[in-house]
């Protein structure tokens, strides 16, 4: 704004516009208003007119200043930006690492389902392991366990050996356990407890067979099923014995013609790969087909996260990008070249594990352009999944599970990028250490622009003690101006008179 400074003879005078801001001004600007502002002095001492002299002496600090603390606040805004650019890029690389992480293990390929036509009497799953076709199972007999039933009894709390302990003897698979019924325990309830706490390899219940029973308490003893797990239980009082209500039988099957038999009706040993659930005394046919949706998914998603990653790169390190907030930022900077080329060659070198002409991505329809973008072939890509799904298993995996990311050794196409992307993103790695080395330069200049500004608040000082001494010295010579001239005009009035 403009001030205003009255003289001894009345006139009023302007000064030079202040800033209402320091950094708005230019260093044009500042040296173009101290030369007004040095003209307006010599001629205001002329005469003996009183002058703004902190206004001088602020724009004469600010001509120094604003220079010095625009050039250090780009440096600032420039690291800065170089830090946002580089936490972008360690995000995106993030994504890519998950991607490759959901194609590292051979137990991430399922793909093989599957169905029977007889639901209501089996059921069906495949692993990973199982091999697609059709598969025809029947089945003459299921595996049963061995039942057996005690005598009759008025109470659950009937003794059984006047109050006296029992000694229970249980064959079972070859191997004879003793189980001991507790003195004041020798009732039907007492064995029940004493069976099942003992844990033999088989179960007791107590049956209720209901009130219209003169006698409706009894043990019923349960083995596993399978003849394997036929058992004999005596009681060596001789107060207690069993009879068998149901025998333990295998199941009895065929799969393709061959004949199995098992102890339990849910198998998973007969058909590869397929865990078997039997039901039923029937025939089914068993469709096993792959399912390849997830693994085409999951490899879209990696192409997607290499391009989205190569773009960031290429529009970081474009002077001219338009990208919001991550463009332009890593301009010249040597990393993003070696980041771009170590990520091409995760996704285009050879695997170090390969199966019938299954040797990189490139051979399941995977292609980058003149321009750097990747594609992959749908057509290609679903064609080598169902007829190479093992080789694409083997390329990218080694049929391997669970490898560790510091290991040295190079395996296969996903296990190695997943090394490698998880060493660039470590806080030993290259992104970590620049970013560390960024935030380091950002603290250097702001203290420097801290030691700026004392300098220059130094320096206002020292300019307004030495104007205001000035500004003092103008004020005693205008006052003698004003006392030369009265003492001349009275003199001159009286030669008049």
Do not use: C, W
């Not at 302007?14 to 040296?31: D, F, G, I, V």
């Not at 302990?165 to 189980?179: D, F, Q, V, W």
């Not at 005394?281 to 490899?299: E, G, M």
């Not at 083997?394 to 490698?420: C, G, H, P, Q």
């Amino acid at each position: 704004m403009a001030t205003s400074s009255v003289s001894s003879t009345g006139t009023t005078a302007t000064t030079a516009t202040t800033a209402t801001s320091q950094t708005s001004y230019t260093a044009a600007q500042l040296k173009a208003a101290n030369k007004a502002n040095s003209q307006q002095i010599m001629t205001k001492l002329g005469a003996g007119s009183g002058v703004d002299v902190s206004s001088l002496a602020q724009n004469l600090v600010d001509a120094e200043r604003v220079p010095k603390e625009n050039a250090i606040n780009a440096k600032i805004a420039k690291t800065e930006a170089k830090v946002s650019g580089y936490s972008a890029v360690s995000f995106m690389l993030g994504e890519v690492k998950k991607a490759f992480e959901a194609l590292n293990d051979k137990s991430d390929y399922g793909g093989i389902t599957a169905t029977v036509d007889n639901t209501s009497g089996f059921s069906a799953s495949a692993g990973p392991s199982a091999g697609e076709g059709v598969h025809e199972l029947s089945v003459t007999a299921l595996a049963k366990a061995q039942r057996s039933l005690s005598g009759s009894y008025a109470s659950a709390t009937t003794s059984l050996n006047a109050g006296q302990a029992m000694r229970l003897s249980l064959n079972l698979n070859g191997s004879t356990k003793t189980i001991s019924v507790p003195a004041g325990s020798d009732t039907p309830q007492g064995v029940v407890d004493a069976i099942n706490q003992a844990n033999p390899g088989v179960s007791a219940q107590l049956v209720y067979t209901g009130s219209s029973d003169a006698n409706p308490y009894k043990i019923l003893i349960t083995g596993g099923t399978g003849t394997v797990n036929a058992f004999t239980l005596t009681d060596g009082s001789g107060n207690l014995s069993f009879t068998n209500t149901q025998t333990a039988q295998d199941a009895a099957f065929t799969i393709d013609g061959i004949a199995y038999t098992r102890s339990s009706n849910t198998v998973s040993d007969a058909l590869e790969g397929v865990t078997l659930n039997m039901r039923a005394v029937a025939s089914t046919n068993i469709q096993l087909s792959r399912d390849t949706t997830d693994l085409t998914t999951k490899i879209n998603t990696l192409i997607t996260a290499y391009n989205d990653t190569q773009n960031l790169l290429n529009e970081a390190s474009n002077p001219k990008s338009t990208m919001d907030i991550y463009g332009a930022t890593l301009v010249g900077d040597p990393l993003v070249g070696s980041l771009k080329n170590k990520l091409r060659s995760m996704f285009m070198d050879n695997s170090n594990a390969s199966s019938n002409g299954i040797t990189a991505l490139r051979d399941i329809g995977v292609t980058i352009d003149q321009k750097g973008v990747m594609s992959v072939d749908a057509v290609k890509l679903d064609t080598k999944l169902k007829s190479n799904f093992s080789d694409v298993v083997t390329m990218f995996t080694a049929n391997r599970s669970n490898t560790s990311v510091y290991s040295v050794e190079k395996i296969a196409l996903a296990n190695d990028a997943v090394r490698s992307l998880d060493k660039m993103l470590r806080t030993t790695g290259d992104l970590s250490y620049q970013t560390r080395n960024a935030n380091t330069q950002i603290t250097k200049y702001k203290d420097d622009l801290d030691k700026l500004n004392t300098r220059m608040e130094s320096l206002l000082a020292r300019y307004n003690k030495q104007f205001a001494a000035m500004d003092s010295m103008v004020g005693s010579s205008n006052s003698m101006k004003t006392s030369l001239k009265s003492s001349f005009d009275g003199m001159m009035a009286s030669y008049k008179a």
